[in-house]
C-alpha cells in the first residue's frame, strides 16, 4: 500500500526549516540542497514543491507576514478592550517580532535581496500578503486615534518602530503603496504634533490659573 502523504503539512515544514536556514546563514549562503536535507527529502523531492531556492525564499517571506498580519487581525477583532488595553496588545506583537529572531532575520535578509543588483521577483501571492498587512495596520492604529494622548504618544513610537523594522522593507516593494505608506505616517505625525500642542497648552493654561 503506497504511503500517503500530507502535502500541506509537508509544504509547511519546509517552510520552517527553511526559515531557520535563511535567518542563520542568510539567502546568498543558504543552498538548495542543504534545504532538502534538512526536510529529509532528495533534491528531486523538494522540487515538487519548490522550483528553487528563490521560490522558498519568497514563500518564507510570506510566512512572516501573514503571521504578524494574524496576530494584528486578532487585535482588531477584539471589540471589548479598551485603547490602551488594544495598545498593549499591539505593541506586544511588535516586541514578540523583535524577540523571534528568525522573523526580524528574514525581512532584514529581504530587504537585502530586494536592494542587490539582481533583486529578487516578488509573487503575486506576497504583494497581496503585503498588502493585507497594510491593511489590517491601518485599521489597528486609526482604532487608537481617539486614545489619551500618553496612549497615542506611545502608538506613535510604536508606529514609528514598525515602520522601521517592518515596513519599509516591504512596501517598496509593492507598486502603488509607497504613496499609501507615506499618506499614513504624515497623517500619524501631525496628530501626534497636535496632541503635543494640545498637552503644552493644558499645562501653559494651569501654570496661568
Same mark, same amino acid.
Given at each position: 500500500m503506497p504511503k500517503i502523504v500530507d502535502h500541506?503539512? %509537508?509544504? =509547511?515544514? &519546509? &517552510?520552517n526549516q527553511a526559515l531557520e536556514i535563511f535567518s542563520r546563514k542568510g539567502y546568498y549562503s543558504a543552498n538548495y540542497e542543504e534545504i532538502a536535507e534538512k526536510c529529509g527529502l532528495s533534491r528531486t523531492g @523538494?522540487?515538487?514543491?519548490? *522550483?528553487? =531556492?528563490e *521560490? &522558498? #525564499?519568497i514563500e518564507t517571506v %510570506?510566512?512572516?507576514?501573514?503571521?504578524?498580519t494574524g496576530k494584528l487581525h486578532d487585535v482588531v477583532q477584539a471589540k471589548s478592550i479598551s485603547s490602551s488595553q488594544r495598545l498593549k496588545?499591539? @505593541?506586544?506583537? #511588535? *516586541?514578540?517580532f523583535m524577540k523571534n529572531r528568525n522573523f526580524s532575520s528574514i525581512l532584514l535578509e529581504f530587504t537585502v535581496c530586494m536592494n542587490h543588483d539582481q533583486p529578487l521577483t516578488v509573487t503575486q501571492c506576497l504583494q497581496e500578503s503585503i498588502k493585507s498587512l497594510w491593511t489590517v495596520t491601518e485599521t489597528v492604529f486609526a482604532s487608537l486615534g481617539n486614545s489619551s494622548s500618553y496612549a497615542f504618544s506611545l502608538a506613535f513610537m $510604536? @508606529?514609528? #518602530? #514598525?515602520q522601521n523594522h517592518i515596513l519599509q522593507p516591504l512596501f $517598496? /516593494?509593492?507598486?502603488?503603496? $509607497?504613496? %499609501?505608506? /507615506?499618506? @499614513?505616517l504624515e497623517q500619524w505625525e501631525s496628530m501626534s504634533?497636535? =496632541?503635543?500642542?494640545? &498637552?503644552i497648552s493644558s499645562v501653559l493654561n494651569r501654570g496661568l490659573q
Amino acid at each position: 500500500m503506497p504511503k500517503i502523504v500530507d502535502h500541506d503539512y %509537508r509544504s =509547511k515544514d &519546509i &517552510i520552517n526549516q527553511a526559515l531557520e536556514i535563511f535567518s542563520r546563514k542568510g539567502y546568498y549562503s543558504a543552498n538548495y540542497e542543504e534545504i532538502a536535507e534538512k526536510c529529509g527529502l532528495s533534491r528531486t523531492g @523538494l522540487y515538487k514543491y519548490y *522550483a528553487n =531556492k528563490e *521560490a &522558498i #525564499f519568497i514563500e518564507t517571506v %510570506r510566512y512572516v507576514v501573514d503571521s504578524v498580519t494574524g496576530k494584528l487581525h486578532d487585535v482588531v477583532q477584539a471589540k471589548s478592550i479598551s485603547s490602551s488595553q488594544r495598545l498593549k496588545e499591539v @505593541l506586544s506583537v #511588535f *516586541a514578540d517580532f523583535m524577540k523571534n529572531r528568525n522573523f526580524s532575520s528574514i525581512l532584514l535578509e529581504f530587504t537585502v535581496c530586494m536592494n542587490h543588483d539582481q533583486p529578487l521577483t516578488v509573487t503575486q501571492c506576497l504583494q497581496e500578503s503585503i498588502k493585507s498587512l497594510w491593511t489590517v495596520t491601518e485599521t489597528v492604529f486609526a482604532s487608537l486615534g481617539n486614545s489619551s494622548s500618553y496612549a497615542f504618544s506611545l502608538a506613535f513610537m $510604536g @508606529l514609528s #518602530f #514598525f515602520q522601521n523594522h517592518i515596513l519599509q522593507p516591504l512596501f $517598496g /516593494t509593492v507598486e502603488g503603496e $509607497g504613496d %499609501r505608506y /507615506t499618506s @499614513l505616517l504624515e497623517q500619524w505625525e501631525s496628530m501626534s504634533n497636535k =496632541k503635543h500642542e494640545m &498637552i503644552i497648552s493644558s499645562v501653559l493654561n494651569r501654570g496661568l490659573q
